[in-house]
C-alpha cells in the first residue's frame, strides 16, 4: 500500500506542493486529479523518484522511500508511466519492452505473455521502432513497458493526453483488467474527467499544490469532483 503524507516539493525556491496526502492500495485505481500546473507530475515523479521531495514521507509497503533513487523504487515494484510516454524512437518495440528488464525480479526478466493479451497490437509490430508507433500505440508501449518491470505500484501521467477515443477505451479496460487482478495498487493521474470518474475507487483533487477533497467513490460525488476540477 502506498501512503503519502505531509509531502512538500519544491523546485529550487519555489514550492510547489504543500503537505500533501495520497493513498492507493492494491486492487484500487486512485486517481489525482485537478488542472494544468497544480501539481499533479509533481507529485507522482516524487512517488517515482524522479525528483526528490524536500519534507514528508512516502510509504511503500511500511518502509519510507522518500529518499530513494527511481531504480531502487523500481526493484521494489513501483513503476511510472511518464506524461508524455518517453518511448525511445530509435529503439524497436521489443527493445523498449526490454528496458523494463533492469527492474524486474530476476527470473523475470523476460515479457510476459500476458503483455500481449492486454495489447495485442504489440505483438505484431516487436520489430517496429517506437517513433513509427502512432501516439495511442506509444502510450501502450509505455504501459506494456512499466509492467515489464512486474509492478505492485502502477503510476499513470495522463495516459490518456492526445490520444484517439478507440485507444483510450482499450486502455481503461486494460487498468479495469489489471484493478480485478487484485495485486496492484493504480495511481491514475488524469484531466480527462469523465474517464478517471468512470474508473476511479478513490480520488484527490489537487488546486495550487494542495489537496483540496480527497476520498473513496463512496465518500464523495462525482459532481462535485467535477464542481471542482472544472471552476
Ligand atoms: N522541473 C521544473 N522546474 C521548475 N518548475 C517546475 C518544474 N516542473 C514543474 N514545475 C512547476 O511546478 C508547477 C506544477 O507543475 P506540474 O507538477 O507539472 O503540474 P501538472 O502536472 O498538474 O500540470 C507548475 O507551476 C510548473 O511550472
Ligand atoms: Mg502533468
Redesign the pocket.
Known amino acids: 500500500m502506498l501512503q503519502v503524507r505531509d509531502l512538500n516539493v519544491s523546485?529550487?525556491a519555489?514550492q510547489?506542493l504543500y503537505e500533501v496526502d495520497l493513498q492507493a492500495d492494491l486492487g484500487e485505481i486512485s486517481c489525482v486529479l485537478?488542472?494544468?500546473?497544480?501539481?499533479?507530475?509533481?507529485?507522482v515523479?516524487a512517488i517515482a523518484g524522479r525528483?526528490i521531495a524536500t519534507s514528508g514521507k512516502v510509504f511503500w509497503d511500511g518502509e519510507d522511500i522518500r529518499d530513494r533513487d527511481p531504480a531502487s523504487r523500481a526493484k521494489l515494484g513501483v513503476a511510472y508511466v511518464p506524461?508524455g510516454r518517453e518511448i525511445f524512437a530509435r529503439l524497436t518495440v521489443q527493445e523498449n519492452l526490454e528496458l523494463g528488464f533492469a527492474a524486474a525480479p530476476m527470473g523475470q526478466r523476460f515479457i510476459p505473455k500476458e503483455i500481449f493479451e492486454l495489447f495485442p497490437v504489440l505483438e505484431q509490430m516487436l520489430g517496429r521502432r517506437g517513433g513509427d508507433l502512432s501516439g495511442g500505440q506509444q502510450q501502450q508501449l509505455a504501459i506494456a513497458r512499466a509492467l515489464v518491470t512486474r509492478p505492485r505500484l502502477l503510476i499513470l501521467?495522463?495516459p490518456t493526453e492526445g490520444i484517439q477515443p478507440s485507444i483510450i477505451k482499450d486502455i481503461g479496460r486494460v487498468l479495469s483488467l489489471l484493478r480485478e487482478r487484485n495485486d496492484m495498487a493504480i495511481v491514475l493521474?488524469e484531466q480527462y474527467l469523465d474517464f478517471a470518474l468512470g474508473l476511479g475507487d478513490r480520488f484527490c483533487v489537487?488546486d495550487r499544490?494542495q489537496i483540496k477533497l480527497s476520498g473513496t467513490v463512496d465518500e464523495i460525488s462525482s459532481e462535485t469532483v467535477r464542481d471542482l476540477v472544472t471552476v
Not at 34 to 43: A, D, I, M, Q, Y
Open positions: 523546485y529550487g519555489s510547489v485537478g488542472r494544468n500546473g497544480v501539481g499533479k507530475t509533481s507529485l515523479r525528483h506524461q501521467d495522463e493521474v489537487l499544490g
